[in-house]
């Protein structure tokens, strides 16, 4: 699929899961925001419910494995500058940009709820503590949707190993997207 078209599509299908959690109780939240076009459409779709963004802005941190290295991935990479998000979401209220390592930095969220979770973080470590830390916190109907499974093999393993067993609803959507409908 060209890339115009899987980011269309992948556009396409989160407008379409935030519409299904408007009416969920429960926060928004990101986790890997890079230069924050996921966030706005977030914000722009669900303007009136908080939106947590995290992202270290400075790359990827050093807890990659093998299956993230064997797909290009390396310490550092997709990193941007945090004042790119912070001008692009100016006019946004409730916005909240948490600068760190997730989940370190999750002392702000910890006794929250969630209707939605974005998981973007393209490897092993950090989507498993994406998953651990907001599973438990989701309402029910609430969407985590993770970005780049199965393409980034770290993130489908991450996912696969943490999600057997687990009662959800999983869809893949396209070729980067794992939607997980908690019931």
């Known amino acids: 699929m060209p890339k115009i078209i899987q980011e269309s599509f992948e556009i396409e299908t ?19 925001v890079y230069q924050g076009g996921t966030a706005k459409i977030i914000r722009e ?26 797909h290009k991935q390396y310490v550092g990479g997709c990193a941007t500058d945090e004042s790119f998000v912070t001008d692009l979401l100016k006019d946004y209220s409730n916005v909240k940009i948490v600068k760190g390592i997730f989940p370190q930095t999750s002392d702000i969220i910890k006794d929250k709820r969630f209707s939605f979770c974005h998981l973007d973080t393209d490897i092993y470590k950090s989507t498993l503590d994406g998953l651990e830390f907001f ?18 093999p770290g993130v489908m393993k991450a996912a696969d190993e943490f999600l057997k067993g687990k009662n959800v609803d999983l869809v893949q959507s396209g070729i980067r997207q794992l939607i997980i409908t908690i019931l």
Do not use: Q, S
């Open 14 to 32: 989160l407008k379409g899961l935030l519409g299904r959690v408007r009416k969920v109780e429960g926060d928004l939240a990101e986790v890997g």
């Open 45 to 70: 779709m669900i303007p009136d419910k908080p939106l947590y963004l995290f992202d270290t802005f400075c790359g990827l941190p050093d807890t990659l494995i093998p299956e993230d290295i064997k």
């Open 135 to 152: 599973f438990p916190r989701m309402n029910k109907n609430g969407i985590i949707l993770i970005h780049d499974y199965p393409h980034h």
